[in-house]
């Protein structure tokens, strides 16, 4: 007779290792294309969507890949919240890690994590600005997924170098 536990104890096969979540024009030439190389020499499958068109909300292509990824890495850097897409993204995220236990890395790039929760400073005036004409549901899932994500444990950038950041996600990874 099987064991009722059998299923449960079934490794999920991820399409994914990482789903990278990045305002591109933040990050893309400095902080991002160190981490691209550093997954890459270490044959970690990474998720990026360079290739996505861009339309109002995520498509479905984008929110399987985020819950198809092991493990999620949203960067809040200064303008992120100036982006729907991007907070669209993290609101999905920490769904997922919430309903399906995807492990959340967090980076806060240049931004403190306290502006991030708080929605304060540079970073919520660009949340401010991009919240006009959302509706209330709208806008509270964003802050709530701000919220949640700057309440998990992270990597500041100006403490740490992207090797120290890989340290710990091969143990996520594998």
């Not at 299923?7 to 096969?13: H, V």
């Not at 701000?146 to 710990?168: M, Q, R, T």
Request: with cysteine.
């Amino acid at each position: 007779m099987a064991s009722s536990s059998s299923s449960s104890s079934l490794a999920r096969c991820w399409l994914y290792h990482v789903f990278l979540s990045f305002r591109g024009e933040d990050v893309r030439k400095s902080f991002l294309s160190h981490v691209l190389k550093e997954f890459k020499s270490k044959g970690i499958n990474v998720f990026i969507d360079n290739e996505i068109k861009r339309g109002q909300s995520i498509n479905p292509e984008l929110v399987e890949a985020i819950r198809q990824s092991r493990v999620a890495v949203p960067g809040s850097a200064r303008n992120y919240a100036s982006s729907s897409w991007c907070l669209d993204e993290l609101v999905e995220i920490m769904k997922c890690r919430e309903e399906d236990q995807q492990t959340v890395l967090t980076i806060f790039y240049d931004v403190d994590p306290s502006e991030v929760r708080k929605q304060t400073g540079d970073f919520g005036k660009a949340f401010d600005i991009t919240c006009v004409g959302k509706t209330e549901e709208v806008k509270q899932s964003w802050r709530q997924a701000l919220n949640d994500v700057a309440g998990i444990a992270g990597y500041h950038s100006s403490n740490w170098f992207v090797h120290f950041f890989l340290l710990p996600l091969g143990y996520y990874v594998v």
